[in-house]
Every structure is written in structure tokens, then in C-alpha cells.
């Protein structure tokens, strides 16, 4: 099975070489990004791991990455004169964990071929192996455990969407579940889940969602100011902003800015795409509206932006920086059938949020802020008009939205410490 496996990777990591050629060079790491995914590593990046104990945690992307600080937090406390390194898979998740102060290093994740990932555990050796959310890769399981290197996921979870995909290979993934030492998951159903699939009864511990840990810090009215004249908003103005939106959600939310600008006098609208490659297509829409993008990322000297311009998110690890100069927060991927992102960073930064009806990958979450009454969900874009409407025109409505936003955090915090305790199980703390 595992050679078979290789095979098909191999041939996947040829086809797929070009496409990270293209992403490296469009954020600057072609040579890095192709050489670490190929488990070559300079002796420099690697000197700050010798003679420590290492702690690997792996995040794929963005979101798992974000996910993953406060782990990472706990985890430097615990362990002072430990090593903790973070990979990711993609060059956002990349960026985001580089802004980490608490890391030691940041490296890009070996394909998954069997002679890599021995080559890349020989030369790191991890006393432990975290992964953040549900990424599975067979021969990196495999090889860390003939080494003998304790594996944990935390923070896991298998969503209505790829339980069914992981079943259909059940006998194949319960050899590779069976490998893996601890299992923290976010649900009782995400328990029970990963004990269909193969995980051991034993192993498995639900300790609840880390994203309420992230630090739940409400934005100064100074610190709001100072992120509004960075970012060339006029103060006294309203703001939309669109987190991690997918296509055909701009052209929606581009149609309501200029319905709601007639309405609400100064509105702003900030447009972040989740996939920033997408920010020339986004440009182009609102050029066919007679709006002007402007880019993030040329802000440089530009005046303050004027009624007819719409900045756009184009640049990495900013999304709170957009998300405290909001006024209404809405998160994408919800009106578009993608399965929604987190919409937790709204509340962190006391923002109420508006998500569409598409939230199976955050089916809890989204239940749990609308229970709370920190967010709304709309089914379309007319329902999302009559929201932004609304909220736009009731500042204390906003305002206690965000309250009741922000309590939810606190409220379901403590994650963290659990899954500390039990890694704590597989690396015993220093004396």
C-alpha cells in the first residue's frame, strides 16, 4: 500500500511542482519553498533546533495556523527551553506563522514521499509531533513512528463533508489512525468519528474547541485610529469589511456597497479575498462597476481613499488589521457553497459578524455565536442587505452584538489548557 502510495505521490508532486513554482515566486520563496517541500534545509535554519528538545506542531494553512497560537503559547511556557517549530503546507499559513514570536523556526512541509520524510525527521528529530486539525499523511505517520516519535492531534475534527470522503477508506486509514498516540478533538461527534475510523477508544479526549482561546483582546479606540489612517480610512467613516471571501461573493457584496453607500453617507468597503492570487479578478469587478481598487500593498503615499474607491486585502497576516477597523464584519466563503472559514477573529476583536447559510466546517461555531447573539446568518443576498442595513443604522445594536460576541470567547475558553495536560502525557514537563 505505501509503495503504491509513493507512486501516486510522486507523480502528483511532479504534476503539482509548477503550481508551487507559481505561488513561491507570487510571495517570494520559489527556491525555499520547492527545496523544504523536498526536505532540504540549510545547516543555519536547522542550528537553532541542536541540543534542545524539538516540538514540531504542523499547520496547513491560514486558519489551522491561527488556530495553533495559542498551543504555541502554552507550549513555550511549559517547555522555556524547548525548540518549537511550526510548518505549513501553503505560503499564507507560512506568513502568519513567521509573525509568531514564541517559534524557533518556521519550515514549509516535506512532501509526504517516504525517503523525504525519513530524510526530514533524521535531520529535525522531534520528541513530539503536533498536528493542528485533521491532517493526515500516511508516510510521515508511518516513519514517525518507527522512530518512535510520540504524534498527537489537536484541536481535531471531521466535518460533515469529509467524514464520508475518510469512510470510504476506513481499512486503509485505520492502519495509520492506529499510529497515532492522542487524539484531542474539538466534539463528542468528532470523538466518536475518529473512533469509526480507527483511532483506539483510549487515545481519543475531547477538550473542545482551541479557537476560543485565541487571546480575546478588544481594540483601543486609539489602536482602531492609528489602523484607519495606516490603511488611508477616512475616522469619522463606516466600514464593511470582507474577510476570506470566495468568487461570486464580491460581485454580490460589490452590488449591496453600492446600494448601501446612497443610505449610509461615508460607507467603506474592504474587500480580503481568501485567496490572494484572486485580488486582479476582485480589481477588475469593480472596475466594470465604476469603483476604483485600490491594493493594500500600494497604499504607500495615497490620500485618504475616496467614495468611489474599494481597498483591497492583498497582502498576508492582516486579516485582524482589517477586521479591527470594521464596523460590520462579514466572512466569506458562506454565501459561496464552500463550507464558511472562522468567524471567531470578528469576535476577538469585539466586530459583530454576519455569515451566509454554507458553515458546515464551522457547523458548532457558527450555532454557538448565533445562540449567543453575536452574529447573524443570512441566506442570501437580499437577507444580507436588510442585516447590513439594519446594523449600519443602530450603533447600539452593534455594540452589543459585539458584547455578546465577545463573552461567548470567555466563555468556552480552556481548550488549550486541556490539550497541554494531556501532550504533557507523551513529553513529560521539565523538572
Known amino acids: 500500500m505505501y509503495l503504491l502510495y509513493d507512486l501516486m505521490l510522486l507523480i502528483a508532486a511532479i504534476v503539482l511542482a509548477p503550481y508551487y513554482v507559481v505561488r513561491g515566486w507570487r510571495y517570494g520563496k520559489t527556491r525555499r519553498g520547492i527545496r523544504e517541500r523536498l526536505g532540504f534545509y540549510p545547516a543555519e535554519r536547522l542550528t537553532p533546533l541542536r541540543g534542545r528538545q524539538v516540538i514540531w506542531i504542523h499547520a496547513v494553512s491560514v486558519g489551522e495556523t491561527r488556530a495553533a497560537i495559542p498551543m504555541v503559547k ?3 511556557e511549559a517547555y522555556p527551553d524547548a525548540a518549537l517549530l511550526l510548518s505549513n503546507v501553503t505560503e499564507t499559513g ?19 514521499l517516504s525517503w523525504v520524510v525519513r530524510k526530514v525527521l533524521k535531520a529535525i528529530r522531534p520528541q513530539l509531533f503536533v498536528v493542528v486539525e485533521t491532517e493526515i499523511w500516511p508516510n510521515f505517520v508511518k516513519c514517525a513512528h518507527q522512530l518512535n516519535i510520540p504524534i498527537a492531534m489537536i484541536n481535531g475534527r471531521f466535518s460533515d463533508r469529509s467524514f464520508p470522503r475518510y469512510r470510504k477508506f476506513q481499512p486503509l486509514l485505520q492502519g495509520v489512525l492506529e499510529k497515532i498516540d492522542l487524539y484531542c478533538m474539538q466534539t463528542e461527534l468528532d470523538g466518536w468519528r475518529a473512533r469509526v475510523l480507527g483511532a483506539p477508544d483510549e487515545r481519543v479526549k475531547v477538550t473542545g474547541n482551541v479557537k476560543f482561546d485565541i487571546a480575546a483582546e478588544i481594540p483601543s479606540a486609539q489602536l482602531v485610529a492609528d489602523y484607519k489612517q495606516e490603511l488611508q480610512l477616512p475616522e469619522s467613516d463606516l466600514v464593511l469589511v470582507a474577510g476570506s471571501t470566495h468568487a461570486g461573493e464580491e460581485q454580490e457584496l460589490i452590488e449591496l456597497f453600492l446600494q448601501l453607500r446612497n443610505e449610509v453617507p461615508g460607507l467603506r468597503l474592504i474587500l480580503v479575498p481568501r485567496h490572494p492570487e484572486r485580488c486582479q479578478e476582485v480589481a477588475d469587478l469593480l472596475v466594470d462597476k465604476q469603483l476604483a481598487p485600490v491594493l493594500r500593498s500600494r497604499l504607500s503615499g495615497h490620500q485618504l481613499l475616496g467614495p468611489d474607491e474599494v481597498l483591497i486585502g492583498d497582502t498576508l497576516g492582516e486579516m485582524l488589521l482589517f477586521y479591527s477597523v470594521a464596523d460590520v464584519i462579514f466572512v466569506g466563503g458562506s454565501l459561496a457553497p464552500i463550507g464558511g472559514h472562522n ?61 455578546s460576541g465577545h463573552g461567548l470567547l470567555e466563555k468556552n475558553s480552556g481548550a488549550t489548557r486541556q490539550n497541554l495536560a494531556y501532550l504533557q502525557t507523551l513529553l513529560p514537563k521539565p523538572s
Open 74 to 76: 502554552a507550549l513555550r
Open 94 to 112: 507560512h506568513a502568519v506563522a513567521s509573525k509568531i514570536s514564541e517559534l524557533d523556526q518556521c519550515i514549509f512541509f516535506p512532501f509526504d
Open 343 to 403: 468567524i471567531l477573529e470578528a469576535l476577538q476583536v469585539n466586530r459583530p459578524v454576519i455569515f451566509g447559510p454554507h458553515m458546515q466546517n464551522f457547523k458548532q461555531i457558527s450555532q454557538l455565536v448565533l445562540d449567543a447573539g453575536g452574529g447573524r446568518c443570512v441566506s442570501d443576498q437580499a437577507e444580507l442587505l436588510l442585516a447590513l442595513r439594519e446594523l449600519f443604522a443602530d450603533a447600539k445594536m452593534r455594540q452589543a452584538m459585539a458584547r
